[in-house]
């Protein structure tokens, strides 16, 4: 079956220019969860959708990014007047539950590079 | 916040060696997780030891649990080239259900 997909791949912007980045998760998952990771670094955790529930923004480094998910399904990841230091890959993952509890699944990442 | 510490940051091995990376954690938890990330891209999810478990295996992994002394260890057994990758464990913060990473250990298997 198809796992998590994100979208674009790849993305290069200048900055100051605003940004969305797409995730696709698995059907039927109710988690969702946006993670940043720099080069050689580890997870960085940004924003957590859980079913119909507030989300989880706990994360987010500012206010010039934010997330939505429409329908239980899809979500963007926007970055408003974006900096070199948002350069980093943005992952994506889906679980079948309660994030904690259960294996999250993961898309390939996108890349984003701010110039 | 981190939750999870991975130790050693790197670790160089002959194939066919064993590899023992070691996790830290700080708040007690009801789940401690591996994964597994190549070339720097989506990560793969390993195995998943719950805080009443003390030891689980899958193939060539083995997994320990220690509550009391809030450290896990993934032991990967006769390894391969193929296992050269970044590998992060993962806990859910306090009582919130968001999984926390380490920074990962970087695994080279050298063949």
């Known amino acids: 079956g198809a796992g998590v997909s994100q979208s674009p791949s790849n993305k290069v912007t200048e900055k100051g220019k605003d940004v969305e980045l797409r995730c696709d998760p698995i059907s039927g998952h109710t988690a969702l969860y946006w993670y940043r990771q720099s080069l050689g670094q580890g997870l960085e955790f940004l924003i957590y959708?859980?079913?119909?529930?507030?989300?989880?923004k706990s994360g987010l480094p500012s206010d010039r990014f934010s997330a939505e998910r429409t329908g239980g399904s899809v979500s963007t990841l926007t970055i408003q007047r974006t900096q070199q230091e948002d350069s980093a890959v943005y992952l994506c993952a889906s679980s079948l539950g309660p994030g904690g509890s259960y294996e999250q699944y993961f898309g390939p990442g996108t890349r984003l590079t701010v110039t | 916040s981190q939750q999870g510490e991975e130790d050693p940051q790197a670790l160089s091995i002959q194939e066919g060696e064993n590899a023992t990376m070691n996790c830290s954690y700080k708040?007690?938890?009801?789940?401690l997780q591996w994964y597994r990330q190549n070339s720097g891209r989506g990560l793969v999810h390993l195995i998943l030891?719950?805080?009443?478990?003390r030891e689980k295996h899958s193939g060539r992994l083995r997994v320990t649990l220690d509550t009391s002394k809030k450290s896990s260890s993934l032991l990967i057994t006769a390894s391969r080239a193929a296992d050269t990758a970044s590998y992060f464990c993962?806990?859910?913060?306090?009582?919130?259900?968001?999984?926390?990473f380490g920074k990962g250990t970087k695994l080279t298997v050298n063949p």
């Open positions: 993962a806990s859910p913060q306090g009582g919130s259900e968001k999984l926390v």
């Open positions: 030891i719950r805080s009443n478990e």
């Open positions: 708040t007690s938890i009801n789940n």
């Open positions: 959708f859980q079913g119909n529930s507030a989300p989880d």
